[in-house]
């Protein structure tokens, strides 16, 4: 296929690490091999899921689905946490943005964020429109402190350099909480990239990743 042939290319420039557990490393990827302690705070009756043949390679990718009921209690926000493998030192390991591939499962539009937490405070990245329905779309979110929008924190960098929390949400407005909406969505493919890769998967939007390293299950 002629995808195919564009992630041949694209693999020489982009960097995979191997297994990993605990502090975050520069060449992360995450596949959905395990849910990796992905959660969504309180007890919700409908937690994340990992869903079996539905990642955009298809048969044999799993993907991990968010869902939220839209009420004021637990799983009424749409977002998705992560406090263990994807916490530790982000500027130290040189890690300048978050690649995922997203898709919406939902009839409303959605505005996706990343979200980070640490000695510095809550900060945000800018939103990513992704359409109701849509197709599996590829994301890039710039974490760099230049490019984070603060929820409340002080100082970016501060938490970069140590980070306790990080999210995947949909919020129109600036806030690492995710909106009380009635949806879903789908995530899958999440990598901690370096600067020289961000050009290459702007360039490689919609496209696949061809060799991935997971993470080992649970």
Known sequence: MAWCA??????VILLCSATVRGAVTLGQIET??????????????????LLADSGPLGTGDT??????????GAGGRLLVINESAWTGDYTGEGIVALAMHVRNGGTT???MRVALNGPGGWFVTAASPVAAFSGWNQLVFPIGAPSLV???GTDAGLTLSGVTEIRILHNATVNHRGAQLSSSFQVD????????????????????????HRLQPN
């Open 63 to 72: 993907a991990l689905r968010v869902t939220s009921n839209g009420g004021s």
């Open 150 to 152: 603060s929820s409340g």
């Open 6 to 11: 564009c992630l041949k290319s694209a693999a």
């Open 32 to 49: 959905f091999s395990g849910t990796h302690d992905w959660n969504s705070g309180l007890p919700n009756p409908n937690p994340p899921a």
């Open 109 to 111: 539009p959605l505005s």
């Open 189 to 212: 493919n999440i990598q901690a990239i370096p600067e020289a890769s961000v050009p290459a998967w702007i360039a490689l939007a919609g496209g696949f990743l061809l060799r991935r």
